[in-house]
């Protein structure tokens, strides 16, 4: 998980390399940190958007098929 330290340092290391650049181990820090964000909005996108029950104006439920799978897969559905 990315702490708010991590962003920080993410935007430090980001003004650093347009003021000054950054030298062969900040660089692979930046990498490094900037791919655990990456990989911690995906998965929290993820978890979102599988989340999501669709509604019809009705109210009934049109999840898809897939999306119901993965939430039950997940215990966020009782039934399928």
Known sequence: ????????????????????????????????????????VKSSLRHHVESIKVVDPEGNDITPEKAKKAQFDKGLRDTL
């Open 1 to 40: 998980m990315v702490t708010p330290e991590d962003i920080a340092r993410i935007n430090e290391l980001a003004r650093k390399k347009k003021a000054t650049g950054l030298t062969a181990d900040e660089t692979i820090e930046q990498a490094k940190l900037r791919e655990a964000y990456i990989t911690g």
